[in-house]
């Protein structure tokens, strides 16, 4: 999906609905990735669980590879907002954050605490975004031009 101008709220909100489709028996932790591109270009990604826990693929990544596999991998990441259908915020874990700088990502985008608890997960009411540049993110990260 392109986009010429798309807000925080609609990208963390983009991320929120692809929760929907996360495969998450296990943890029972929907989680949801929306990548916005150089481009402009909306990539989204959900969480996928597997019986051997080690194959599980966060939704951060899921979404990157999907960019690469759909794209190309000559696009750099603007922002990354990550929601989880149960809980606010949602950072990235390790690996993700290691996988986001690969293809220079310069903010991370997670919801501040929800106001309202009281909605059911088909309505709730997400927090504010909270924009985090990347740097703080993963400090003296290792990548590419490392080599």
């Given amino acids: 999906m392109a986009m010429s101008q798309i807000s925080d709220e609609e990208l963390l909100a ?8 996360s495969y998450a ?13 150089d481009d402009g270009t909306v990539v989204t990604g959900c969480n996928v669980e597997n019986a051997s826990y080690g194959l599980t693929m966060c939704a951060e990544r899921n979404a990157v590879f999907r960019m690469v596999a759909e794209y190309g991998p000559n696009h750099k990441i603007e922002a990354c907002a990550i929601a989880g259908r149960k809980a606010a915020p949602c950072h990235p874990c390790g690996a993700c954050r290691q996988v986001l700088h690969e293809f220079g990502c310069k903010r991370v985008i997670v919801e501040s605490e929800r106001p309202d608890s ?7 009411t997400l927090g504010a975004p909270e924009s985090i540049d990347f740097e703080k993110i993963l400090p003296y990260a290792f990548g590419p031009e490392d080599l």
Wanted: glycine share 10%.
């Fill in 118 to 124: 009281s909605g059911t997960e088909d309505n709730v």
């Fill in 25 to 37: 028996p296990y943890s029972g932790f929907p989680v949801g990735a929306a990548l916005l591109l």
């Fill in 14 to 21: 983009m991320a929120f609905d692809i929760t929907k489709n």
